[in-house]
C-alpha cells in the first residue's frame, strides 16, 4: 500500500532563516505531488504541484520555492522566513488522472 | 479561482441533517470533497464527475449540478464522529498529465450529543 511522509511535525522558526520541509511517498511510482498551505481562515492554498522530476508548477507568487529531486520525494523551501509563512504546510500526492489527493500528516510552521 | 462554500459554519444536534454547498465560477469536470478534523490531514470523502458517475467511500451523499457549477454534499443522520471542516475543490488543469486542486474556505461542521 501506498504511504506518505512528511517532517518534522511541529517547527518554530525565527524570521529571516531558511526552511527545508520534506515529502516522500512510498509504493508508488511517478505521483503528482502537491504542497499546501493551511493559514488560519483561508482555507487549504495551493503552493506547488509536480508530475515529474524536475516539473514544478506554482500558483501563488511567495518568498517559498519547491523542488522535485527524486520521483517520489518533494521539498518545500525558502531563502528567508517571513511572519506570514507561519501555518499548517501539507504535502499529498495522487497518482493522476481523476483521483483523491492523499495528504500527509502536515507540518506546523510557526515564525517567531 | 477558488470555489465558494456556504454556509461557513453550521452546528447540529447528533441526528439532524445538514446540506453544505460549494460553487464556482468556471465550468467544473469534476468536484471533490474532504473532511479534516482539528489538528489533522485532510481525509477523502467524495469524487463527483460531469456525468453522473461518483466515486467514494463514505456513506455521505452528494449531487454535482454541471449547468449551474455546484455541487451539494448532503449529511443526513449526522453522528458525532461528522464533526469536522468540510472542504470542496476544483480542478486547476495542467495539461494532460494530471491536475491540482483549488479549494474551498471550508464549513465548519459541529455536531452535539
Known amino acids: 500500500s501506498q504511504t506518505i511522509h512528511q517532517w518534522p511535525a511541529t517547527l518554530v522558526q525565527p524570521v529571516g532563516s531558511p526552511l527545508s520541509l520534506e515529502c516522500t511517498v512510498e509504493?508508488?511510482?511517478?505521483?503528482?505531488l502537491y504542497w499546501y498551505r493551511q493559514a488560519a481562515g483561508r482555507g487549504l492554498q495551493l503552493l506547488f504541484y509536480s508530475v515529474g522530476i524536475g516539473q514544478i508548477s506554482s500558483e501563488v507568487p511567495q518568498n517559498l520555492s519547491a523542488s522535485r529531486p527524486q520521483d517520489r520525494q518533494f521539498i518545500l523551501s525558502s531563502k528567508k522566513l517571513l511572519l506570514s509563512d507561519s501555518g499548517f504546510y501539507l504535502c499529498?500526492?495522487?497518482?493522476?488522472?481523476?483521483?483523491?489527493?492523499?495528504f500527509g500528516n502536515g507540518t506546523r510552521l510557526t515564525v517567531t | 479561482q477558488q470555489p465558494v462554500q456556504s454556509p461557513q459554519a453550521v452546528i447540529l444536534r447528533e441526528g439532524e441533517d445538514a446540506v453544505i454547498n460549494c460553487s464556482s465560477s468556471?465550468?467544473?469536470?469534476?468536484v471533490h470533497w474532504y473532511r479534516q478534523k482539528h489538528g489533522e490531514a485532510p481525509v477523502f470523502l467524495m469524487i463527483l464527475l460531469k456525468g453522473g458517475e461518483q466515486k467514494g467511500h463514505e456513506k455521505i451523499s452528494a449531487s454535482f449540478n454541471e449547468k449551474k457549477q455546484q455541487s451539494s454534499l448532503y449529511l443526513t443522520a449526522s453522528q458525532l464522529s461528522y464533526s469536522g471542516t468540510y472542504f470542496c475543490g476544483t480542478e486547476i488543469e495542467w495539461g494532460d498529465s494530471g491536475y491540482a486542486l483549488n479549494f474551498g474556505k471550508g464549513t465548519s461542521l459541529l455536531v452535539t450529543p
Open positions: 468556471k465550468a467544473l469536470y469534476s
Open positions: 509504493g508508488t511510482s511517478n505521483p503528482n
Open positions: 499529498a500526492w495522487s497518482p493522476g488522472g481523476v483521483s483523491p489527493l492523499h
